[in-house]
């Protein structure tokens, strides 16, 4: 899934840098990809995964919050070109379809997250975080996180396909965690927190589902001030794309290759396949409604 060449956003859309002083908190979602990686296999050694984002959020080496923006992402061939300028133009992307879906389908109007690429480290309100944690959603300052060198290790050591699509699946799921913060949902996740239908796993397989909500309008819905979309139309490698990313965080084949067994109870975002089957239930439909997995009786199931 290839941008348009000539798509134009708004440079000061995404920051660089850091994420600046936390507000206290450790509830963070990952699960996108890195998040889900290290979280599982910490889990699986007997950690405890909020230890994993420091509650003394904005100290130590994390730094101030950063006002650099990507100024250098000024069109949609330099999306193309480049990695970091591909992530904010998926985010222009995304609040261009959630700005006319989300209100049409769920009568909440859509508020943008922020989002931050950083590189090694960076503060937030839900604590401290390295490039360990990968990609990931903090509720309590309403930011999405990115450190896109993840991108190459999904591929290196995890087998994701690497397309375009696959990055930004990786983009539009994070933003499906703000989605779920919108509408009041997020908090569902800590409830309930591991095993096969836990609802850890039922937000983590709604954010994929809202992932393909997206990928449906993406190249159908107009950039602003624009009569063309962002992205060109979806070909069937690119969703292709997207199911390997999605199929390469899942939490059997991470345990498979981790520890050479798989336990259900220990998941906390759900096998590979229902990571792809969920994916394409919103990408077939385009709906939210289809992306209701807390009242799904099997999550093997979805409705579409």
């Known amino acids: 899934m290839t941008f348009n060449e000539g798509a134009r956003m708004d440079s000061g859309r995404v920051r660089v840098g850091g994420g600046g002083p936390g507000r206290g908190g450790k509830m963070a979602l990952g699960g996108g990809a890195g998040g889900l990686i290290v979280l599982v296999l910490f889990v699986l050694l007997g950690?405890?995964?909020?230890?994993?984002?420091?509650?003394?959020?904005?100290a130590g080496t994390y730094g101030q919050a950063s006002t650099?923006?990507?100024e250098q992402c000024e069109t949609g061939a330099d999306a193309n070109a480049n990695v970091n300028c591909r992530v904010a133009f998926t985010a222009a992307s995304l609040d261009s379809v959630w700005s006319a879906e989300l209100d049409s389908q769920s009568g909440t109007g859509y508020l943008p997250?922020?989002?931050?690429?950083?590189?090694?480290?960076?503060?937030?309100?839900c604590g401290n975080a390295t490039r360990a944690v990968g990609p990931f959603y903090c509720p309590?300052?309403?930011?999405?996180y990115f450190d896109t060198a993840f991108f190459d290790e999904l591929v290196q050591r995890f087998g994701s396909s690497a397309?375009?699509?696959?990055q930004e699946y990786v983009v539009a799921h994070e933003f499906g965690h703000h989605l779920q913060n919108q509408l009041g949902d997020i908090g569902r996740s800590q409830v309930d927190?591991?095993?096969?239908?836990?609802?850890s796993v039922r937000t983590e397989l709604q954010a994929d589902c809202y992932a393909g909500v997206w990928a449906h309008y993406a190249d159908k819905t107009p950039a602003p001030n624009s009569s063309e979309p962002f992205l060109e139309p979806l070909s069937d490698a690119d969703v292709a794309d997207a199911l390997s990313a999605a199929a390469a965080v899942g939490d059997d084949r991470i345990q498979q290759s981790a520890t050479g067994r798989v336990d259900p109870e220990g998941w906390t975002h759900g096998s590979s396949e229902q990571r792809q089957r969920w994916f394409l239930s919103g990408y077939r439909t385009g709906e939210l409604a289809a992306c209701d997995t807390y009242s799904a009786r099997n999550l093997d199931?979805?409705?579409?």
């Open 47 to 58: 950690g405890d995964p909020s230890s994993l984002l420091g509650s003394d959020a904005g």
């Open 301 to 304: 199931k979805p409705p579409a």
């Open 68 to 70: 650099e923006t990507l």
């Open 113 to 125: 997250p922020e989002v931050t690429l950083f590189s090694g480290s960076v503060a937030t309100g």
């Open 163 to 166: 397309g375009p699509l696959a």
């Open 193 to 199: 927190p591991r095993g096969a239908a836990s609802a």
């Open 140 to 144: 309590t300052d309403q930011t999405a």
